[in-house]
């Protein structure tokens, strides 16, 4: 019986001994998560009576540009709705969130249809256009597209006069 006591208490100090592994992480992985935390911790932006959260730089890799042509200046005159030029890998959910991220605004919903390459010829060379998402998005009765195409008009003034000294 004393052999089964020794035996016993044998076990637990090996048992004790035995520290529990921690998982390896590299500073990498570490200054990834503090980055992650860091966005969560960013407060909403309240317009009105609606919150959005604070653009990212994934939003801006998401959107690359307004399409305006003059079925676009409709579709903003009559139904209250943008188009955009996006990534195609994107998808429906990710265009309203960078969206209502990026302009703070209410999106009701998102259509998306890809534009094919076509062919463009420059002299004897044969090329193809890039291929896109276009994203139709409707906005809320309630916001008004004239604060969005302000600012996008405002972003083109500063950059212009940049451009064009800079050539000079």
Do not use: W
């Amino acid at each position: 019986m004393a052999e089964e006591i020794k035996r016993a208490s044998v076990k637990e100090a090996k048992a004790e001994d035995k520290k529990p592994v921690a998982k390896k992480t590299t500073k990498a992985a570490e200054t990834k998560t503090a980055e992650v935390k860091a966005e969560a911790a960013k407060e909403p932006v309240v317009t009105g009576n609606y919150k959005t959260r604070p653009a990212i730089i994934k939003d801006f890799g998401i959107i690359k540009y307004i399409i305006v042509t003059e079925e676009t200046q409709r579709l903003q005159n009559k139904e209250n709705a943008m188009v955009f030029a996006c990534d195609p890998k994107a998808t429906k959910t990710e265009i309203k969130a960078a969206i209502q991220a990026i302009f703070s605004a209410k999106v009701k919903s998102v259509n998306t249809l890809h534009v094919a390459s076509k062919p463009k010829r420059m002299g004897r060379y044969v090329g193809k256009t890039a291929a896109y998402k276009k994203a139709i998005v409707r906005f809320d009765s309630s916001f008004d597209l004239g604060k969005i195409t302000a600012s996008v008009a405002a972003e083109d003034r500063k950059a212009t006069p940049a451009a064009k000294d800079a050539k000079k």
